[in-house]
């Protein structure tokens, strides 16, 4: 059944209004309000989504959310998804910018800021361990992991890094196609004669 919008547009405020540290803190809070409370979409669909949205240009979260909003309820979904997302931040903003020279002075600001800090680490943590358990899945996709790792530690380029990733899943995937079908093919061989 799909969700009403109203109640997507109040989903997506909360996630919003909880997003403090940027894209890559999104994905606890979609899968505690879409997946655990909601049912909506399953934790593969929101590491997906993520993974789409970090693949177009623009801002992660917004873009994982235009698709999960589509996904929900098509273009008025997607749209109603991303204004629900953007809104407590835009207001946050306008609001505070008159008042950010005193916070930056206020030593209670500065350790509520701190405070935020350890709780975006946190939650990059948890968005490094959901990924980590929907992504590296079998030995292949560890060696990749452990590859592009080391490549990224030398100093080779991320898109360069990205791109042969991509290359060596898709060969992969035609290597591991050719064996099924010369295997099916042995055993039929093997099935006639015998």
């Known amino acids: 059944m799909k969700p009403k919008l109203h109640e997507m547009f109040v989903s997506f405020l909360k996630i919003g209004a909880l997003l403090l540290g940027g894209g890559y803190v999104i994905v606890p809070l979609l899968n505690s309000e879409l997946v655990d409370k909601r049912g909506w979409v399953t934790k593969e669909d929101v590491i997906d989504f993520y993974a789409l949205g970090?693949?177009?240009?623009?801002?992660?979260?917004?873009?994982?959310?235009?698709?999960?909003?589509?996904?929900?309820?098509?273009?008025?979904?997607?749209?109603?998804?991303?204004?629900?997302?953007?809104?407590?931040?835009?207001?946050?903003?306008?609001?505070?910018?008159?008042?950010?020279?005193?916070?930056?002075?206020?030593?209670?600001?500065?350790?509520?800021?701190?405070?935020?800090?350890?709780?975006?680490?946190?939650?990059?943590?948890?968005?490094?361990?959901?990924?980590?358990?929907?992504?590296?899945?079998?030995?292949?996709?560890?060696?990749?992991?452990?590859?592009?790792?080391?490549?990224?530690?030398?100093?080779v380029s991320p898109s360069v890094s990205i791109v042969l990733s991509a290359f060596l899943g898709i060969l992969y995937k035609k290597i591991k196609c050719i064996c099924k079908g010369l295997k099916a093919a042995n055993e039929t061989r093997e099935d006639i004669s015998g």
């Open 54 to 155: 970090q693949c177009v240009p623009g801002i992660i979260a917004a873009n994982t959310t235009f698709f999960i909003g589509y996904k929900l309820r098509g273009r008025m979904g997607a749209v109603v998804a991303f204004l629900g997302l953007i809104l407590p931040p835009f207001l946050c903003i306008i609001f505070l910018a008159s008042f950010l020279g005193k916070f930056s002075r206020n030593v209670i600001m500065n350790d509520v800021f701190w405070g935020v800090n350890v709780a975006i680490i946190i939650l990059l943590f948890l968005t490094v361990k959901e990924v980590w358990a929907k992504s590296v899945v079998d030995k292949f996709t560890l060696f990749i992991f452990l590859f592009i790792l080391t490549l990224m530690l030398v100093g």
